[in-house]
Nanobody, 123 residues
Framework: QVQLVESGGGLVQAGGSLRVSCTAS????????MGWFRQAPGKEREFVAA????????YYADSVKGRFTISRDNIKNAVYLQMDSLTPEDTAVYYC????????????????WGQGTQVTVSS
């Protein structure tokens, strides 16, 4: 079992930056690919970014490529999402998740989920 807890969400103006964090407890996080997803009101949960176990290979949704950066610290059992040049369209609850499978984009391939942290971008 892995427990994931997100933090760092909040309110930011358009064009600003925010970093959300996710810490893991239970099994060591370096066994898993870690992903970030988001869900806006009335919309399905969507893939944002993912990072493989060692932290070299990363993946991004086209909508955040060049603006968001995912990273991980396996010693601290933490994964981060640095979000720059935020727009109101980035407003959502952001979730981190852990996967033992190869696929990274589909939510159902992830084994463990955090409770989410709200990110609100004002115009």
């Amino acid at each position: 079992q892995v427990q994931l807890v997100e933090s760092g969400g909040g309110l930011v103006q358009a064009g600003g930056s925010l970093r959300v964090s996710c810490t893991a407890s239970g099994r060591t996080m370096d066994l898993y690919t870690m992903g970030w997803f988001r869900q806006a009101p009335g919309k399905e949960r969507e893939f944002v970014a993912a990072i493989r176990r060692i932290g070299i290979v990363t993946y991004y949704a086209d909508s955040v490529k060049g603006r968001f950066t995912i990273s991980r610290d396996n010693i601290k059992n933490a994964v981060y999402l640095q979000m720059d040049s935020l727009t109101p369209e980035d407003t959502a609850v952001y979730y981190c998740a852990a996967s033992s499978l190869r696929a990274v984009v589909t939510p159902r391939t992830y084994d463990y989920w955090g409770q989410g942290t709200q990110v609100t971008v004002s115009s």
